[in-house]
């Protein structure tokens, strides 16, 4: 994939000469301790390793635009050390990653505070984070107060520093080709450790034990880590939305959400499936799962170009309100009707959340969900300049989002006992194509004959 992270590279320097040229610079993340002499695992920058490929710590992407003239990309990473490659392992070193990973150039890393400003000189901005590393913040100030140091040499620091991550989200934000074949890839690991949580889940079990399975098959299948805390909450847990996996035993009739997705080659999935411990429905159950379903599927289908963001959101809303009237979750009497219930939001009590986000690299993935202030749809609808009154973006091909619905009831006065504590979310990564959309977490067991038949040992 070398070539598309230096297409990336290309792309952005060219827009950054029609913006009238800058140098962008981009730093991957820090090491992290966490306790004495122990590291977090090393995980690096995302906007970094989208314009890269590089996973090193200690390195820095420099783009060099100048107004006119020939753009060029560098490197700055650590020098080969034969001492460290002993205790840590191999690093490329300047020479290699410059070929290996496309660079015009590429520098020592401990060169940077002196390369830096030579670079900045007589640009006219910068383009960097702004506002999200007090240590990077800190490096910025110093290499712009040290080319402002040389004016009396006749030469010019830049008079503008830009947040470059706007221009990077949306970049993101449409995935190519290769990006979604590594996010089915992702997905399709994801599937089959739900599946196998599935297929390993009896009462007795306990949380842990479960969430043990996910992990021995997102490792197996060659994934990076999980991409997020996995959530894995039987009988009552299910309906705290941030549960974790703890020490709780699956009981004879609880209902077990497994919220857990494997980062692979970088790129997250986010997978959500909700199964009986003892691997069948009740029939209360069955009633909840199947309004969550439809509610799912209605959302999957208001994937597609040119809907709106929230489409989705609205669908299923609708079709999981209707079920909590039609169940008795929620009382004619008292909420009205179907309209009622969405316009008062009443029925925010057993769904609390949106029904999905952007997926990438981060499993909340960057992008803007609205419309850019002034552009066509924008002046369209009326909308002013504040943020809350643009309105939602429309799906394009090559986005990709999760569609998570559920439905979650706590023990309250009026709702019918046979439902609390029932908690459901089906969640499936979804990648907007031409015609329509693209479940790319199909391979996850979700109706309820499928998932009694995977959990009966049924291939
Ligand atoms: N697993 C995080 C989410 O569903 O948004
Ligand atoms: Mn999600
Ligand atoms: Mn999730």
């Known amino acids: 994939m070398t070539s598309s992270y230096s297409q990336r590279r290309a792309r952005l320097m060219h827009r950054m000469q029609q913006a009238g040229g800058g140098v962008a610079i981009i730093a991957t993340a820090p090491e992290v301790m966490r306790n004495s002499d122990a590291e977090y695992p090393y995980r690096h920058d995302s906007y970094f390793y989208y314009l890269s490929g590089f996973m090193e710590p200690e390195a820095y992407v420099v783009l060099v635009a100048p107004p006119a003239g020939t753009p060029r990309a560098i490197l700055f990473c650590r020098e080969k050390n034969a001492e460290r490659e002993i205790w840590d392992g191999f690093r490329y070193g300047p020479q290699a990653a410059c070929a290996a990973f496309g660079f015009d150039a590429a520098f020592d890393v401990a060169s940077l505070d002196a390369e830096i400003p030579k670079l900045l000189a007589d640009m006219p901005a910068l383009y960097c984070a702004l506002g999200r590393d007090a240590g990077l913040d800190a490096q910025v100030r110093d290499w712009l107060s040290a080319v402002r140091g040389q004016a009396r040499s006749g030469v010019a620091a830049p008079a503008t520093v830009h947040d470059i991550h706007p221009l990077l989200d949306e970049m993101r934000l449409f995935k190519d080709a290769g990006e979604i074949d590594i996010m089915r890839r992702a997905?399709?690991?994801?599937?089959?450790?739900?599946?196998?949580?599935?297929?390993?889940?009896?009462?007795?079990?306990?949380?842990?034990?479960?969430?043990?399975?996910?992990?021995?098959?997102?490792?197996?299948?060659?994934?990076?880590?999980?991409?997020?805390?996995s959530i894995v909450a039987t009988g009552a847990n299910a309906c705290v939305l941030h549960y974790r996996a703890g020490a709780a035993v699956l009981q004879d009739g609880d209902l077990v959400l497994i919220d857990a997705g494997c980062e692979f080659a970088g790129y997250a999935s986010d997978i959500t499936r909700t199964y009986p411990a003892n691997g069948r429905f009740s029939a209360a159950q069955q009633q909840l799962y199947e309004i969550v379903l439809a509610a799912q599927e209605a959302a999957i289908a208001a994937a597609r170009p040119g809907a709106g963001f929230m489409d989705g959101h609205d669908a299923a809303v609708r079709i999981l309100a209707q079920g909590m009237l039609d169940t008795g979750l929620l009382q004619r009497d008292r909420v009205g009707s179907l309209d009622d219930v969405i316009e008062s939001g009443a029925f925010r009590q057993f769904y609390m959340h949106r029904t999905g986000h952007w997926l990438g690299m981060d499993v909340h993935d960057v992008g803007d969900y609205r419309q850019a202030a002034g552009s066509a749809g924008d002046q369209a609808a009326g909308a002013g300049a504040k943020d809350a009154a643009r309105p939602w973006r429309r799906l394009q091909p090559g986005m990709v989002l999760t569609v998570e619905p559920g439905l979650y009831v706590r023990p309250a006065e009026g709702v019918p006992e046979a439902y609390w504590n029932i908690g459901i979310r089906i969640e499936d990564d979804v990648a907007i194509t031409q015609g329509g959309c693209e479940v790319l977490s199909a391979s996850a067991p979700k109706t309820v004959a499928e998932i009694e038949a995977v959990m009966r040992g049924a291939s």
Do not use: C, N, V, W
Request: proline share 5%.
């Open 187 to 229: 997905a399709t690991i994801s599937g089959g450790a739900h599946a196998r949580a599935m297929r390993l889940s009896a009462p007795g079990k306990t949380e842990y034990q479960i969430e043990a399975e996910l992990l021995h098959e997102f490792r197996h299948a060659g994934a990076d880590a999980p991409a997020y805390t």
